[in-house]
T-cell receptor, first 114, second 111 residues
Framework: ETGVTQSPTHLIKTRGQQVTLRCSSQ?????VSWYQQALGQGPQFIFQYYREEENGRGNFPPRFSGLQFPNYSSELNVNALELDDSALYLC?????????????FGPGTRLTVL | DAKTTQPTSMDCAEGRAANLPCNHS???????VYWYRQIHSQGPQYIIHGLKNNETNEMASLIITEDRKSSTLILPHATLRDTAVYYC????????????FGKGTRLLVKP
């Protein structure tokens, strides 16, 4: 157990809808990253938040957005869902100040877009 | 693109050592090698990381070649629960960006 939790576990949406996924970071961690993992692929980096600001982004369109709250919990929002958005969404937290960059992942949210 | 190359799959007998190779020929001097594993549909689990010295913890050992162009993760006594996809990742310590995963090695531990 890493102490990183995600909700919900599974979610089914239809094309065009919007979805919000939630992540609670491990206690003391101030940085959270989100990843998308399609079936049979490695996780792909979406973006990262440090102290409530986005400070890194992968190759994902603006309809993927996020928030980080003062208690270091986080949300991933996806607008105008497409079929290809079906994937496992992972969040990972770490403590950035120490210079150690080990990330600890949550169990993921499985999103299915019909 | 991932900066690492790993075999697609490997088998290992239960109780034997599992040696998982990783090539990272373009690694820079300040880039660490990280290993994670992912058991089916769960979140990736941290195993170990290192810069240039060999590292060992309760889960595994990491052997990095002197030129740092390749490394090997060693699970000393593989069990059936070690069946997973193992990812070797190279990233710069302390930067704000996160990991770039490849497809990893699917390790199957057989009884």
């Amino acid at each position: 157990e890493t102490g990183v939790t995600q909700s919900p576990t599974h979610l089914i949406k239809t094309r065009g809808q919007q979805v919000t996924l939630r992540c609670s970071s491990q206690s003391g961690h101030n940085t959270v990253s989100w990843y998308q993992q399609a079936l049979g692929q490695g996780p792909q980096f979406i973006f990262q938040y440090y102290r409530e600001e986005e400070n890194g982004r992968g190759n994902f369109p603006p309809r993927f957005s996020g928030l980080q709250f003062p208690n270091y919990s986080s949300e991933l929002n996806v607008n105008a869902l497409e079929l290809d958005d079906s994937a496992l969404y992972l969040c990972a937290s770490r403590w950035d100040f120490s210079g150690l960059d080990t990330q600890y992942f949550g169990p993921g949210t499985r999103l299915t877009v019909l | 693109d991932a900066k690492t190359t790993q075999p697609t799959s490997m088998d290992c007998a239960e109780g034997r050592a599992a040696n998982l190779p990783c090539n990272h020929s373009t690694i820079s001097g300040n880039e660490y090698v990280y290993w994670y594993r992912q058991i089916h549909s769960q979140g990736p689990q941290y195993i170990i990381h290192g810069l240039k010295n060999n590292e060992t913890n309760e889960m595994a050992s990491l052997i990095i070649t002197e030129d740092r162009k390749s490394s090997t993760l060693i699970l000393p006594h593989a069990t059936l629960r070690d069946t997973a996809v193992y990812y070797c990742i190279v990233r710069v310590e302390g930067q704000g960006f996160s990991f770039i995963f490849g497809k990893g090695t699917r390790l199957l531990v057989k009884p």
